[in-house]
């Protein structure tokens, strides 16, 4: 009943920006806190940022404090991560999560690929 749709990866050298998108659809009452995570080859799915919706704390892994910023748009029920200062490290499918606190929640996006090149 709960639909996330990211958009926005592609493939930009090391340090550019990129901004993801994530739009939800469906019950407004399951996405308590909405967040990112990422996945790259041969490794797992690791955290990367949450928000609370309702106060707009947020959360970020240490690999990507002061780099990545996340943030939300109530009118749009859609969440933003923007990225600045990548690395090649930064590489991975990057998935929306939405749901209790704290993350992951239940919900997931399908993904969208961000590639970083040197």
């Known amino acids: 009943q709960v639909q996330l749709v990211e958009s926005g990866g592609g493939l930009v050298q090391a340090g550019g920006s990129l901004r993801l998108s994530c739009a939800t659809s469906?019950?407004?009452?399951?996405?308590?806190?909405m967040g990112w995570f990422r996945q790259a080859p041969g490794k797992e799915r690791e955290f990367v940022a949450a928000?609370?919706?309702?106060?707009?704390?947020?959360s970020y892994a240490d690999s990507v404090k002061g780099r990545f910023t996340i943030s939300r748009d109530n009118a749009k029920n859609t969440v933003y991560l923007q990225m600045n200062s990548l690395k090649p490290e930064d590489t991975a499918v990057y998935y929306c999560?939405?749901?209790?606190?704290?993350?992951?929640?239940?919900?997931w996006g399908q993904g969208t690929q961000v590639t970083v090149s040197s």
């Open positions: 999560n939405a749901g209790s606190w704290p993350p992951p929640g239940d919900y």
């Open positions: 469906g019950r407004t009452f399951s996405r308590y806190a």
């Open positions: 928000i609370r919706w309702s106060v707009g704390s947020t």
